[in-house]
């Protein structure tokens, strides 16, 4: 263990199957020595991949990183249907598949891209009524589960072997995997199932760049945990830079509204309410906001308007 201290940063963690994200989480805890570590969204046990882990003033950042788009790779088989939506579940349902083309699916996919409505599956981490839902499902309980809405940019067959085929998604926060799997084998009329999904992107963090739970631990161990950690700032990279000038520094660090004249920079394609980065003249990190205008309306409004309204507030340090 290394010695106590804050550690402060995020850590991109390729996290094996059979680890729960909350495992991955107290394995971070005893090699760092610290309480304040959290992960930003959970993966499922049988799911591997991308699991950002913040670590110190980074556990602040979590809700933002959790927000971001993200990419799977995953493996549906078709004609099996289970109680999990997964491969751990008890069959509920077989039925042939031999019938299912590509052309098919293809046809089927189309209609899972763009907002979709799907139904928190019984054995998640959803909470209702103030319990978990996998809480639930292990005693038995069976309740309602309201639909949500989700993005899903893109999604798109990689090889079709069936019964099992492989797809590749491009989605928004809040997407599971194994309900748009069950989605699409009851469109097909053949059932379906979540057999294996990889993680491979999460915001800025890819699977290529991660560490294993075993070399994060080598290097821990080596006296190599700093390195590791990716500053708050860089975390927070997929997000627009809107740049500030010098003299409303202040104004920013106190959280106040920030006027379109001290605005030296507003990217193009913001829309109203887009969450951006707050940089400062030097480029470092003041504050996240919430744009409050579009891109196409900046040039021309009045410079007193207020431009951007900060959620998070930094110390220009970050």
Excluded at 64 to 72: G, T
Excluded at 123 to 130: C, D, I, R
């Amino acid at each position: 263990m290394t010695n106590r201290r804050e550690w402060n940063g995020v850590i991109n963690v390729n996290k094996s199957a059979g680890m729960t994200s909350h495992d991955v989480v107290d394995v971070v805890r005893g090699l760092y020595g610290m309480r304040r570590v959290g992960h930003t969204g959970t993966l499922d046990p049988r799911g591997t991949g991308v699991l950002p882990i913040c670590l110190g003033r980074a556990t602040k950042i979590a809700q933002y990183l959790m927000a971001a788009d993200k990419e799977y790779a995953l493996t549906m088989r078709l004609g099996v249907t289970t109680d999990t939506l997964d491969a751990d579940g008890k069959v509920v349902a077989e039925k042939d598949w031999s019938g299912v083309t590509r052309e098919q699916l293809e046809a089927a996919l189309v209609r899972f891209r763009g907002e979709v409505q799907q139904i928190p599956p019984l054995f998640s981490a959803k909470k209702v009524q103030g319990e978990r839902l996998y809480r639930l499902a292990r005693k038995g309980q069976v309740v309602e589960r309201a639909p949500v809405t989700v993005m899903i940019y893109e999604v798109k067959c990689t090889a079709f072997e069936p019964p099992e085929v492989d797809l590749w998604v491009r989605c928004g926060k809040g997407m599971y995997a194994r309900t748009l799997c069950d989605d699409i084998g009851r469109d097909l009329s053949c059932g379906a199932h979540l057999a294996r999904l990889t993680r491979t992107r999460s915001g800025r963090f890819e699977v290529k760049d991660a560490l294993t739970v075993a070399e994060l631990t080598e290097r821990v161990q080596g006296g190599r945990g700093e390195e590791v950690l990716i500053p708050i700032a860089e975390a927070l990279a997929h997000l627009p830079a809107v740049r500030v000038a010098p003299e409303a520094t202040a104004a920013v660090l106190h959280g106040g509204a920030i006027a379109a004249a001290a605005v030296v920079a507003f990217p193009p394609d913001i829309g109203k309410g887009t969450l951006v980065r707050v940089l400062g003249f030097r480029r470092q990190l003041l504050a996240l906001a919430r744009a409050a205008m579009d891109s196409a309306d900046f040039a021309t409004t009045d410079p007193r308007r207020s431009a951007l309204t900060p959620v998070r507030v930094f110390s220009g340090a970050a």
